[in-house]
């Protein structure tokens, strides 16, 4: 590939872009398994209970605390990563569950990890993107009376 080439690959897919792919592909991925612990809005499922009690064995939580916890970091940070609000939190929120799975739960299966570990910590070094809520905010101009206070 020459340099122009890259060149137009660069404008075709600006990092906000790639971040807002990261964001979904993410969010997506954890929004999928807290749906699947969850019957209509938000009854969590007496077999997400005995999962965590009997299959994930969580050390330091009771086992329906853990499944509370699982099941409301499934549904919120996803949410706030579409959005892309607050998302190096919520990245790094996921990031931290992403290795409880990876130690507690699921050693053998850190390919998927790793992946998932990538598109997170990618969201916790650049942020959002231009695309983002977190962005938006940062670039709204601040109220009038805000801005008398501040002289």
Known sequence: MNAISMQRAARLLPPSVLLLLARTAAATTFWRAGRAK???LFTIKD??????EYEYQLPLLPPETAAQLATVSEHLFPLLLLLGLSTR???LALLGMTAVIQVFVYPAAWPTHLGWAALLLALVARGGGAISLDHAFARAPAPANERRSAR
Request: charged letters at 10%.
């Open 47 to 52: 077999a997400t209970y005995q999962l965590f």
């Open 38 to 40: 969850v019957d209509g």
């Open 89 to 91: 939190l919520s990245a």
